[in-house]
């Protein structure tokens, strides 16, 4: 009995089993520092967690419509012209179980067999994965540590064949913290309709700016830019809801409708209560998202400023998200103890063995002179996880 080749040619996610090693060894009693984390580690604000309560004491328990209930793909819709001065209707959304759904409904709905997506590295690693489940074939194009990873236009444009689909796009970005500029988004965008072809937009991290940069949302730029977009958004990130599992895509009417029919057939509806608690979050004029961000960029700051302040380690100065890319290129090659050292991923596993400290190595994410490190996890955890890494980097030869 063999498995399908698609199965057999999907990885597990790196992130999720690293983090999940992490809370095991925890468990077994050990001191573990998990900088592995893709959540923010703040508890769902107490108001939509009321809201979830009184949905169920109304019994708001059964099926809701497919692509979701009218009443979020509302609050969605007031969402994106308050936030995004996006106008769209209710019959242009579709709500799923997770950006991550979204994103797999919209490969589903777009891809043909040998069709291209071109994926920007370092890259949220679940995007070759899912466009790989639609039989479609991944191209990466690099962007440039020097330049704040920000996306190279021209290398974009020289990667476009007659077989390109689509160009995603996440900003701000997982893993570097890139928040990209109008004028890049413009361009890439004005590429993008050039050459006829689809911009998913992921913005999950949209609310997690830090500092002056703000986010757009790039079908806002014209409205031909917009027939081309599929802008992808969630609850996960910005209120901390990421087990309830509501994300949302708004987009062209027949796409929509498209990945609405793969959905009802696939999973139905996402889940009823958290939908209504979701109609909470998007609603609610709650200052939880500012808070959880001065926190975070408390936590940034720090890490960044010593990450930079150890010898043989950098990194750049990460505007959103809660990620940062660590340099480790002046360290692979060294030994630790008779070990070497040569890629992140050993880089990873020694440090985690001597240390007691998870990293997420770069290759998740196509760039292997790096490490992705969270600062979603508490200041004292990072004063302390990483002083272990400048020990571990100090006992190097
Ligand atoms: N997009 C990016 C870039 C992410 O990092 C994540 C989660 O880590 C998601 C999408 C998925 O979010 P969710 O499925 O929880 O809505």
């Not at 007659?162 to 988004?185: D, E, H, Q, R």
Request: proline share 3%.
């Amino acid at each position: 009995m063999r498995l399908s080749r698609k199965a057999m040619d999907i990885t597990e996610s790196l992130t999720l089993s690293i983090d999940q090693k992490a809370k095991q060894m925890r468990a077994e009693g050990h001191d573990v520092v998990g900088f592995g984390a893709g959540e923010p580690d703040f508890n769902t604000p107490t108001h939509i967690i009321e809201a979830a309560k009184e949905a169920m004491d109304k019994g708001l328990t059964k099926y809701t419509p497919a692509s979701g209930t009218l009443e979020l793909k509302k609050a969605i819709v007031e969402k994106l012209k308050r936030d995004n001065n996006l106008n769209y209707s209710t019959n242009e959304i579709i709500i799923s179980n997770g950006a991550k759904h979204t994103l797999f409904n919209i490969f589903q709905a777009i891809i043909d067999p040998g069709d291209e997506v071109i994926i920007l590295k370092p890259y949220w690693l679940t995007y070759p994965e899912i466009v790989k489940m639609a039989n479609g074939t991944p191209v990466f194009v690099d962007t440039d540590y020097n330049n704040d990873f920000e996306i190279d236009i021209k290398a974009v444009e020289e990667a476009i064949t007659s077989k390109t689909k689509a160009i995603i796009i996440n900003s701000p970005n997982n893993p570097t913290g890139t928040v990209y500029s109008k004028n890049t988004l413009l361009e890439l965008a004005n590429l993008a309709v050039s050459r006829g072809l689809y911009i998913i937009s992921d913005e999950i991290y949209e609310k997690l700016i830090y500092g002056k940069q703000e986010h757009i949302s790039v079908a806002a730029l014209s409205e031909q830019i917009k027939d081309h977009t599929i802008t992808v958004n969630g609850v996960s990130k910005a209120y901390s809801m990421t087990g309830w599992r509501i994300g949302y895509a708004s987009g062209p009417r027949e796409l929509i409708k498209a990945m609405a029919n793969i959905q009802s057939h696939a999973t139905s509806n996402p889940n009823s209560i958290a939908q209504y608690a979701s109609v909470a979050a998007l609603n609610s004029e709650s200052d939880f998202t500012a808070t959880m961000n001065k926190e975070l960029n408390r936590r940034r700051v720090y890490m960044v400023d010593k990450i930079n302040s150890i010898k043989g380690l950098s990194c750049t100065n990460p505007s959103g998200a809660f990620y940062v890319m660590m340099n480790i290129s002046n360290i692979i090659g060294k030994k630790y103890k008779q070990k070497s050292l040569d890629s992140a991923l050993t880089f990873a596993e020694e440090l985690l063995k001597a240390k007691m400290v998870t990293v997420v190595p770069g290759e998740a994410f196509g760039m292997e002179a790096y490490v992705r490190l969270s600062y979603a996890v508490a200041l004292e955890n990072i004063k302390k996880g990483l002083s272990r890494i400048e020990e571990f980097v100090y006992e190097l030869d």
